[in-house]
């Protein structure tokens, strides 16, 4: 079993930054993992991924503002985001998928003021 714990989300003005962290927990193997959101009256739509070795894939909404990395000696992976924007508002999840299991955290709430 795998648990994952979110942390880092916050109320930010446009054009600021914040640090998301996601540390799993549990049987940890070799995984990728990723980062999604979730606005209101909307669908949950991945953010970014990275793989195990480190290759990664954004949402074109979030390229060059988002950088995901992870630490696997931590069994943690973060999500970078500047330059923020109002609509980067929603409740961001971590996810971690292995053995073609998925594992979702919580979420964490990121709001976005103009």
């Known amino acids: 079993q795998v648990q994952l714990m979110e942390s880092g989300g916050d109320l930010v003005q446009a054009g600021g930054s914040l640090r998301l962290s996601c540390a799993a927990s549990g049987t940890i193997l070799i995984n990728d993992m990723g980062w999604y959101r979730q606005a209101p009256g909307k669908q949950r739509e991945s953010v970014a991924t990275?793989?195990?070795?480190?290759?990664?894939n954004y949402a074109e909404s979030v390229q060059g503002r988002f950088t995901i990395s992870r630490n696997n000696a931590k069994n943690t992976a973060y999500l970078q985001m500047n330059i923020l924007k109002p609509e980067d508002t929603g409740v961001y999840y971590c996810?971690?998928?292995?053995?073609?299991?998925?594992?979702w955290g919580q979420g964490t709430q990121v709001t976005v003021s103009s």
């Open positions: 990275i793989t195990y070795g480190g290759s990664t």
């Open positions: 996810k971690l998928r292995q053995r073609s299991i998925d594992y």
